[in-house]
């Protein structure tokens, strides 16, 4: 007795479109819906009725720019130091963040380590990376003086909130077969870590310090403006004196700088990856 043939498909049939449930589409709507109604609840606290200002008001707007394409490289030898002395507290603010954030990230992380540990590293990270720049820098300003060291020592703390939550979230997503295999060895709790997940997640860390430290060379340019050392001082007392010329000088320098340290970073990437 021969077995029945299985039905064969018709190809000029065309398949109907993937259907959703009626509580997906509720589900949508209520969330875009929210979002749009959160728009159009906030466009007067944000003043967005006033956006004509930059019609009505342009004739400083293009005074300003009209400096601001000449720029004036005079002080260019105090804009490359101060600029330099930018990039080297953002360096060690990253260096000293990475320090800081590969405990506290490990400590973080759900699958290698016990609860009670885990929660309380988590609030510490959401305190570091909550509190702004300038206000853990101005801290650091009362408690050393002007300089970089307020910088550096800024960077570190906020840094480190930032990358220990990545480093946990990286350590929280890897292949639980190489750990297994060095506990099945006979292997300690930090072989676990040394051997196991270290391996894993040191190109994912490689990169986030990196991307971080490419940022705090934008943020040490700002810290610079409470006197935490760095260009930003430079940037903010051409401000004051409208010396808009001199302004675009060193946004120049900046961009450039950012650029370099761009380009750098891809190089090591490349070359660590």
Known sequence: MTSASPPVADASVVPAPPSRSLGAWGLDILIWGGVAALLIYSFEAVDLANLSRLVTNSANLQNFAADLL???????????????????????????????????????????APGWVVQPVRWVMN?????????IGLLFVVAVGLGPLAGVLAITLNTAGVLAKLFSEAVESIDKGPVEGVRATGGSRLQEIVWGVIPQVAPLWTSFALYRFESNSRSATVLGLIGAGGIGQVLFDRMNAFAFRDVSAVVIVVVVAVTLIDLLSQAMRKRLL
């Open 70 to 112: 000449r720029p004036n490289f005079t002080d260019w030898r105090l804009f490359v130091e101060k600029m330099w002395e930018t990039v080297q507290i953002a360096l060690w603010g990253t260096f000293l963040a990475v320090f800081l954030a590969v405990p506290m990230g490990l400590a973080a992380a759900r699958n290698i």
């Open 127 to 135: 305190m570091l990376r909550s509190i702004p720049d300038l206000v």
